[in-house]
C-alpha cells in the first residue's frame, strides 16, 4: 500500500518533505516512523496526524493515508 | 468649554475637517476644548463620515463601517515577547480600539534581537509599561489595559469575560494549554501563533473546538526552554496572527479553523494541515 508521508521543521534534516512510500497492509505508524530512523527523542515530541485525525505510534494506517509529523513549537 | 449638545460638536468636528479627514491635532485640540475623550470624538467624527487621517490608509482595504467595528473591538494579547509586540503595534495602527495585554516580564538584553518593544533603554523596564507607551505613541484614542502579573487561568477568567478575540503570544505550551481551556469556557476565539527557529504555526480555534489540545498532547508536561528565534519569524507569525483577528473581528475572509499552517522559512513553504 501507499502511504504520503509529509515531514515538517527540523524532521526534514537528512529525509524530505513530502513522499509517497510503499509498506505492507497493516502497517502502524511506528514502523514508518523506524523505516525513516525518525530517533526515540524526535518520536516522543513528534505531532502525528493521519488525514487530519490527530493519531498514536500503534495507529494502523490504510492505502492512501496521508501521514504528516511535525514538532511541537511553542516559543513566542 | 463645556459642550452638552451632540450638534455643536458635531459643526466644530465639520470645521476640522478637510475634505472628510480629520487630524490628530485638531481632534486634540478640540477634545481639551470640549473635555470629550479624543476615542469618543474620533468615534462621534466616524460617524459623521469624517475620518481621523490616521486610519485614511486603512480605507480601502477595510470599509468606513468596518473601522468603526474596529475602533468599537475588544482584543486581549496574552504575552508580550516577540509575537505579542509586534501584534499589539498592528493592533494600534490598525486602531483596535480596545486592547488589553497582559505580560508579568521585563526586558532582558537578549530580547534585542526580535522583540519589536525592546531598546537598550527599556532593559528592565515591563514589558506591558512599554507596550501602552508605544500603543500611546502611535495611537492615543486606544484604550490599553496592560496587566504585569504572571498569566493565570483563574484571574483569566474574571478579566477576559467580554473580549470579542483573544491572541495567544505566550512562550510554553502548560501556559498555552490553558489558555485554550479559558477561552473555550468564555467561548472566545483564540488566534494561535507559536515560533521557534525558522519555523512558526498558527491556527485559529474557535470556541467549542481543541485543536491546541491536539497539537499539543504529548508534550503537555515540556518545560519552558531557551530556544533561539531570529526577528523575521515573530514578525511574520505576529502579522498572519493579526490578519486573522481582523478577519474575526470583520467577520469576512477565510480563517485558519480546524487546520494549522506550519511556515518554514529555510525551506520557504508555507503548508497548511487539516485537524478534525
Known amino acids: 500500500m501507499k502511504v504520503t508521508v509529509k515531514l515538517f521543521a527540523f524532521l526534514r534534516k537528512g529525509r524530505f518533505k513530502a513522499n509517497i512510500l510503499e509498506f505492507p497492509e497493516g502497517t502502524r505508524v511506528l514502523q514508518v516512523l523506524d523505516a525513516l530512523s525518525i530517533t526515540a527523542n524526535e518520536r516522543n515530541i513528534g505531532i502525528l496526524f493521519v488525514n487530519g485525525r490527530h493519531a498514536h505510534l500503534d495507529s494502523i494506517l490504510q492505502d492512501g493515508d496521508v501521514l504528516a509529523i511535525f514538532p511541537p513549537v511553542a516559543g513566542g | ?276
Not at chain 2, 490608509?57 to 486581549?76: D, F, P
Open chain 2, 1 to 276: 468649554m463645556k459642550m452638552d449638545n451632540d450638534k455643536d460638536i458635531i459643526r466644530l468636528l465639520a470645521d476640522c475637517s478637510a475634505s472628510g479627514r480629520v487630524s490628530y491635532e485638531k481632534v486634540r485640540d478640540l477634545a481639551v476644548k470640549t473635555d470629550i475623550p479624543l476615542a469618543n470624538l474620533e468615534k462621534l467624527a466616524m460617524e459623521q463620515g469624517f475620518v481621523p487621517l490616521r486610519y485614511q490608509r486603512n480605507i480601502g482595504t477595510i470599509t468606513a463601517a468596518e473601522q468603526q467595528v474596529l475602533m468599537n473591538a475588544k482584543v486581549a494579547v496574552i504575552g508580550c515577547g516577540g509575537l505579542g509586540g509586534n501584534v499589539l503595534e498592528q493592533l494600534a495602527r490598525l486602531g483596535v480600539g480596545n486592547i488589553l495585554v497582559w505580560d508579568y516580564d521585563s526586558f532582558e538584553e537578549h530580547n534585542l534581537n526580535r522583540q519589536l518593544l525592546s531598546s537598550l533603554d527599556l532593559i528592565g523596564r515591563s514589558k506591558v509599561d512599554a507596550a501602552s507607551q508605544r500603543v500611546a505613541a502611535i495611537n492615543p484614542a486606544i484604550n490599553i489595559i496592560k496587566l504585569a502579573v504572571e498569566f493565570n487561568r483563574a484571574a483569566g477568567h474574571t478579566i477576559l469575560a467580554g473580549y470579542q478575540a483573544v491572541v495567544d503570544a505566550l512562550d510554553n505550551i502548560p501556559d498555552r494549554l490553558q489558555l485554550s481551556s479559558l477561552c473555550r469556557d468564555l467561548q472566545i476565539p483564540l488566534v494561535h501563533g507559536a515560533v521557534e527557529g525558522w519555523v512558526g504555526q498558527l491556527t485559529t480555534q474557535f470556541p467549542g473546538e481543541n485543536v491546541i489540545e491536539k497539537i499539543y498532547a504529548k508534550a503537555s508536561n515540556s518545560e519552558k526552554r531557551s530556544i533561539s528565534t531570529p526577528v523575521f519569524t515573530p514578525a511574520l507569525v505576529a502579522s498572519l496572527q493579526v490578519s486573522e483577528v481582523i478577519k474575526l473581528l470583520l467577520g469576512r475572509g477565510e480563517l485558519l479553523r480546524n487546520r494549522i499552517m506550519l511556515v518554514n522559512l529555510l525551506d520557504m513553504d508555507f503548508d497548511t494541515v487539516e485537524i478534525f
